[in-house]
């Protein structure tokens, strides 16, 4: 039989039928390394304008999951359109390495005896290895940077930078050392930043106190009355019972109306709009006999309920009204912001303010009725004394929504502690707040999502001082001496600390805790203490801007020390973008970024977070050995990631088929046989060649000579520029 194929105009093409991406896509990622692609590509972008996407760095901890590929493709995916825009666009990856997480997984597989210097250098051993594995990860994800020279924050001249970018604060006057209530962890023993907290559902006693007048005569010439007729007590309400010992005053706003109301046996002060809910909970029956302002019992003196001590009256503005409490809160200025901020503003001095509850969560052994006992165990020890002595009005167990680590998944609690602080309202060198100039570079700031703006604006608006210091051997220190008798800090300080991060950057951070004060101090050793606390990891990782761009990795800083593009996740309004905003605006006066872009969470296909437990996680390491890393850029690129972005063992292999990804090549890059070339055929058909066309024209012609990334719909553009218009029969799915 003849072979009729070479009598007929079909088209070839050198591209196999069958994508294979698990078995080619590694050959061709060795290959772009051995030819040094990275390298190629930033001599022939050089002298070209730069655009500079700085990564956040992931930390050094586990494998990378599907919201690390998420990152790293988007962040690929933007880079490589810079420079196929014309620009000079590095991409310097990074990893962050200090911190808890890793101290821990020593201290699990080690055990806790070893010597500090011993754990260091194991911790760096073990960030080293993880690393290692997921560097290995991003690479195969296809990811184009200078992974032969990454940034690490434990590399010895980032941690000496570190310690520069705290003495540039230093120096602008915004570092100071306080007593003030942080959030403490009792199983990491330590306190954590803002960001290290997340709100989990917590069982709670809510109980409604009342503690007895001390001074009657005051408390009814406050009412307008000439006397009290009966024992008279002021009712507060808490879900901290064992925060009660610690108690020294009481709060009441100066607005309200508070009544005293004769139930009977006793007359309690409450807020006038909440006598009946009170009345109702308690399951008495009163009547109110006169009402005042809250205004009118400033500074009236109470007894603690089972301690003799005074607890007297302030004036707050913060207290709520909401239905559930009293109007009136309990103060425990060792154990609450507000509590805090109002106690000190009232005359009461550090050495004044009563903190029983020990770092490992334990009161002090000479506290009476409760101590040495752990205060989640004392709270219903608490709750009966209470009862005993006839102060519970109350009690009732809730749910509510409650401060938790976000490593250890336990309560945490506010301990006022002695740490060091960078001010949000302290008046620097340069004659502003740092609150007030980070605020302005929101302003200058373009966010992607727009809502982000919004976001961040109301965080820096509203958060407290940052607390940078932390109990932990694994990380950078607080290269400070401090006068033993005075507190203060060295007048070389300064001075000093270039001396250390000199040494740290030869030697890394064990430099500074081996070091014998009297190597720098002389003499003046005898009279000062070496400080051994360590940096919030959250210092770290907000200070590479002054480190690695303008330092290891010194890129777009022809025009300042600014990156184009800071790309995370939205979680990071509150973490990387927050931390880099403070350090930037207190370092260099505004953020070290012009744009902020966020993406989304990766979700299942009914919207729930991925977990083991639910069984619906995509690891990104069996998508490409099933399918390929191409297949997860595809997903990346068709979804739009301003918002949740769902993915799923089903729709990671069914979207090669929905988007006709075989048909792409072979489409566009089919030819004609030999014979059919001969006689004069032509390419087989012109819409082929206008929808493959339009698969780059979409995301790059659009965004040539802009700084901004591609919208978050860009590159699905090109997608559905394609498959419409796409001949059905050359859609079909052979990527398997």
């Not at 990378?64 to 995916?77: E, P």
């Amino acid at each position: 039989m003849s072979d009729y194929k070479h009598t007929l105009n079909l088209p070839e093409t050198d591209f196999p039928m069958r994508g294979m991406l698990p078995k080619r896509e590694p050959g061709q990622v060795s290959q772009w390394q051995d030819m040094k692609l990275y390298q190629r590509l930033r001599e022939e972008r050089r002298g070209r304008e730069q655009f500079v996407l700085h990564d956040g760095p992931p930390y050094a901890n586990g494998s990378i999951h599907i919201g690390h590929a998420l990152n790293k493709i988007l962040k690929d995916i933007i880079v490589k359109s810079k420079n196929l825009a014309g620009f000079d666009a590095p991409y310097v990856p990074g990893w962050d390495c200090h911190g808890l997480p890793i101290e821990h997984k020593v201290e699990t597989t080690h055990g806790k005896h070893l010597e500090p210097e011993q754990a260091r250098g194991l911790c760096r051993d073990y960030a080293t290895a993880q690393i290692e594995t997921q560097l290995a990860d991003f690479v195969r994800l296809g990811v184009i940077g200078d992974w032969d020279n990454p940034y690490r924050s434990m590399d010895f001249a980032n941690e000496a930078g570190e310690i520069r970018a705290l003495a540039d604060m230093v120096e602008a006057g915004y570092v100071f050392k306080g007593l003030k209530p942080v959030n403490w962890c009792f199983d990491c023993g330590s306190a954590l930043a803002e960001a290290e907290v997340e709100y989990q559902d917590k069982k709670s006693d809510a109980i409604d106190v009342a503690f007895p007048a001390a001074d009657e005569a005051k408390l009814a010439a406050a009412f307008g009355l000439p006397e009290l007729s009966k024992p008279a007590a002021i009712v507060i309400w808490t879900t901290t019972p064992w925060t009660i010992p610690a108690n020294q005053a009481l709060n009441v706003h100066p607005e309200f109306t508070y009544a005293l109301v004769d139930t009977g046996e006793r007359l309690l002060l409450l807020a006038e709009e909440l006598v009946a809910s009170c009345l109702d909970r308690y399951e008495l029956h009163g009547e109110v006999i006169a009402t005042t302002k809250g205004e009118a019992l400033d500074l009236i003196e109470f007894r603690h309920p089972f301690y003799d001590r005074l607890s007297p009256v302030y004036l707050a503005d913060y207290v709520e009204s909401e239905v559930g409490s009293t109007g009136i809160v309990h103060s425990a200025p060792a154990y609450g912001v507000d509590d805090f901020v109002t106690c000190r503003a009232h005359g009461m001095t550090f050495e004044e303010i009563k903190s029983p509850v020990q770092g490992n969560g334990v009161y002090v052994d000479d506290l009476p009725y409760f101590g040495g006992q752990m205060i989640w165990k004392a709270n219903p020890q608490i709750v009966e004394k209470l009862r005993e002595v006839g102060a519970l009005l109350a009690h009732k167990v809730i749910t509510h929504s409650y401060m938790h680590c976000w490593r250890h998944k336990t309560p945490v609690i506010y301990r006022a502690t002695a740490q060091w602080f960078v001010g949000m309202d302290i008046k620097g060198s340069h004659g502003r707040t740092l609150r007030e100039r980070a605020l302005e570079g929101i302003e200058a700031t373009h966010f992607t999502p727009a809502w982000g703006k919004a976001r961040l604006h109301s965080m820096i608006a509203n958060r407290p001082d940052w607390c940078i210091s932390r109990q932990r051997n694994w990380g950078v220190p607080i290269p400070f001496f401090l006068h033993k008798a005075t507190g203060e800090l060295h007048p070389r300080t300064l001075e000093l600390m270039e001396e250390a991060a000199k040494r740290v950057e030869v030697e890394g951070i064990d430099a500074w805790f081996r070091l014998d004060p009297a190597e720098l101090l002389g003499d003046e050793a005898a009279d000062y203490d070496k400080v051994t606390d360590t940096l919030d990891v959250w210092f770290d990782s907000g200070t590479t801007h002054r480190h690695v761009l303008r330092g290891s990795h010194p890129h777009g800083h022809e025009g300042g020390p600014r990156a184009d593009l800071y790309l995370e996740g939205s979680d990071q309004h509150r973490g990387w973008f927050h931390s880099s905003l403070l350090t930037g605006s207190a370092i260099d006066g505004h953020p070290p970024y012009r744009q902020l872009l966020t993406h989304g969470f990766t979700v299942d296909s009914q919207g729930r977070k991925q977990s083991k437990s639910l069984g619906n996680v995509v690891a990104p390491q069996e998508v490409m050995d099933r399918l390929g890393a191409d297949i997860l850029r595809l997903w990346v690129s068709s979804t739009d990631y301003s918002g949740e972005m769902a993915v799923s063992e089903r729709s990671s292999s069914v979207l090669p088929t929905s988007t006709g990804v075989s048909a792409t090549p072979r489409a566009s890059c089919s030819r004609t046989s030999a014979a059919s070339s001969r006689a004069g055929t032509r390419w087989p058909s012109t819409t082929c060649w206008r929808w493959t066309s339009g698969w780059w024209i979409a995301p790059h012609s659009s965004r040539r000579g802009s700084r901004r990334p591609m919208r978050s719909t860009a590159s699905s553009t090109s997608t559905s520029r394609c498959i419409p218009s796409a001949p059905a029969s050359s859609v079909a799915s052979t990527w398997t």
